[in-house]
């Protein structure tokens, strides 16, 4: 009878050490991971920061997306989005492909940047402190910065947040009030819910 204890006891033992390992592991890989993507987001931020400057010198006409080559790879950039209360700040990229959303935020549907009508940009939120996690913080009044490839910043102001069940495509609308809009959506519980952020140029 000893010895099954300590065979259970051997067992229960050796079942923790291999799961402090994975966690262990788990935790190494997630921060290399979001490491990774804050460089790669950083320097695109950056990339696109000389494109508008370069956009602003030449005085032509409008320009709504640039190429930008980060290591390699190349993105298709649309402007970059700011949210001071939740330390966001990163690029809208246009492709939307799975590698696109596991670097950034990318445009789901909608008009140019900051142009009339409903402009809805969706990211991830199962990364930690990054992508759209935190957007449920965001509350009536709350500013949502953009800045487009000419180097217009305009501010959204929240005015709805909600959630809502997976089926429920009623924020892809198309708004013709004449008014410009941002909506952010991200999954929430394994994907069988959204949680949506509206909100308003003043």
Do not use: W
């Not at 030449?58 to 790879?73: C, F, H, M, P, R």
């Not at 990163?90 to 670097?103: D, F, G, H, M, R």
């Not at 913080?137 to 800045?147: F, Q, W």
């Amino acid at each position: 009878m000893r010895k099954l204890i300590k065979i259970v006891a051997d067992i229960i033992i050796l079942v923790c050490v291999i799961g402090l390992y994975v966690l262990a592991a788990k935790f190494i890989y997630t921060n290399f991971r979001e490491r990774k993507r804050k460089e790669i987001t950083d320097g695109i931020i950056d990339k696109i920061d000389k494109k508008i400057d370069d956009i602003k010198k030449e005085d032509n006409s409008l320009q709504t997306e640039a190429d930008v080559k980060y290591n390699g790879t190349h993105y298709t950039v649309l402007g970059k989005l700011n949210i001071k209360k939740i330390n966001f700040y990163q690029p809208i990229l246009k492709e939307k492909t799975s590698y696109a959303y596991n670097v950034s935020v990318v445009k789901i549907k909608g008009p140019d940047l900051n142009e009339e009508g409903n402009f809805v940009i969706g990211g991830h939120n199962y990364m930690r402190k990054v992508f759209f996690m935190k957007i449920n913080k965001l509350t009536k009044g709350d500013v949502i910065n953009i800045t487009d490839l000419n180097g217009r910043s305009i501010n959204y102001y929240v005015y709805e947040y909600k959630v809502t069940s997976a089926d429920d495509s009623s924020y892809l609308k198309d708004i013709e009030d004449g008014g410009k809009y941002i909506t952010l959506v991200t999954c929430n519980y394994g994907g069988k819910e959204r949680y949506i952020v509206k909100a308003k140029a003043k």
